[in-house]
């Protein structure tokens, strides 16, 4: 089965996710899905929240922190910087501050506090989090690509969801509880009840964002989860390992694409003996990939003669990956 059967099989799977170890071809394969499915008319964004700018890299254009750029026609592409979205943060605090207490300036122990909370890692994370959060719930594109960084980190986010559930969870019972004596102590004072109120409420938001994305990024209906593999030990092995973890975060995994083959007819030329050595290893971990993942195998994807940047070579890495022609545009392509 090739990937647009796949695609064209489940047209309600619009969240698509490119898994696995590092430098396998994750941003590749994203980039290239997201410009075939423009190609076929819907509208794409290919998003990461990836400080590497890697996106930039391939469409070659520098599109870091600039919201969707559109690359081409209905092909959007998106990389977050999350340091913008905590200076964001800041001066949205500092506004509250200013306002809540009618001062002029921020007290300098305030500002220091605000400057050493913007170093936490947590709030790095949060900032990521809260960004693909507004991604994925704004309901703008026909498909969605999330173009992840390498496993640990994918892992990390996921796990991140259950935690902020579970603590959203508590905080929420917690506030609910109060809001019973809240009531008692509002027949005393009208004000206060408003305020506890307006807390619950900012808390039961939080948590319906939460539960929303999460619950889009693991539905079997809605998300396609495509693990990148390559024909060497290590990372067959590796690979293995974490679609067993993600299957208990129920992420669902719809498929395999090998990356990175040589070419077979080369060994019909004249070719070096180390180059010929790679070809016949390779062969034997193809083998291998084909005895562990089977049916699963959506696409074999050839090595290319140079790294894949710009829509040309995009296109071509297209054509392999979907296992047919990417259609000509429908007009206004460059
Ligand atoms: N089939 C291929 N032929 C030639 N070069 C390739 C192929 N696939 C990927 N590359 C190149 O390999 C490098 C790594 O690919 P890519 O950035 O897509 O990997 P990644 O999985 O996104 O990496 P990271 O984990 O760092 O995000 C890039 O320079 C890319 O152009
Ligand atoms: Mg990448």
């Excluded at 075939?36 to 700018?53: C, E, H």
């Excluded at 007290?107 to 170093?119: R, S, V």
């Excluded at 703008?140 to 969801?161: C, F, K, Q, R």
């Amino acid at each position: 089965m090739s990937l647009a059967t796949v695609f064209r099989e489940h047209p309600n799977r619009r969240y698509i996710e490119f898994g696995g170890k590092g430098g396998l071809g994750k941003t590749t394969f994203s980039a290239a899905t997201a410009y075939w499915l423009s190609r076929q008319g819907y509208k794409v964004l290919v998003f990461s929240v990836d400080p590497q700018a890697s996106l930039s890299d391939i469409f070659e254009r520098d599109i870091f922190g600039q919201g969707p750029v559109e690359i081409a026609p209905r092909l959007y592409a998106q990389e977050i910087d999350a340091d913008q979205r905590i200076r964001a943060y800041q001066d949205e605090i500092r506004g509250k501050i200013l306002d809540m207490y009618g001062l002029e300036k921020v007290p300098d122990e305030i500002e220091d506090y605000i400057q050493a909370a913007a170093a936490e890692p947590a709030m790095e994370e949060s900032a990521i989090f809260d960004a693909v959060v507004d991604i994925v719930v704004g309901g703008e594109y026909d498909y969605y690509i999330y173009d992840l960084v390498p496993l640990g980190h994918a892992l990390y986010y996921l796990s991140m969801a259950s935690v902020y559930d579970e603590w959203i969870d508590k905080i929420t019972t917690l506030r609910e509880d109060m809001q019973e004596y809240a009531q008692v102590a509002a027949i005393l004072e009208r004000k206060k009840e408003r305020e506890e109120d307006q807390i619950l409420a900012e808390l039961q938001d939080i948590k319906w964002r939460i539960n929303t994305s999460s619950r889009i990024l693991t539905d079997r209906e809605k998300t396609a989860f495509f693990f990148v593999v390559t024909p060497e030990e290590m990372i067959i092995q590796d690979t293995l390992k974490a679609s067993t973890l993600f299957a208990r975060y129920q992420v669902p995994i719809s498929g395999y694409i090998v990356n990175r083959i040589i070419p077979p007819e080369l060994a019909q030329q004249e070719i070096p003996a180390y180059l010929q050595n790679r070809i016949d290893m390779q062969v034997r971990f193809l083998d291998r990939i084909d005895q562990t993942f089977g049916q699963e195998v959506l696409a074999r994807v050839p090595e290319f003669e140079r790294d894949i940047t710009g829509l040309e070579m995009i296109g071509k890495v297209a054509e392999a990956l979907f296992g047919e022609a990417v259609p000509a545009g429908t007009g206004g392509e460059a």
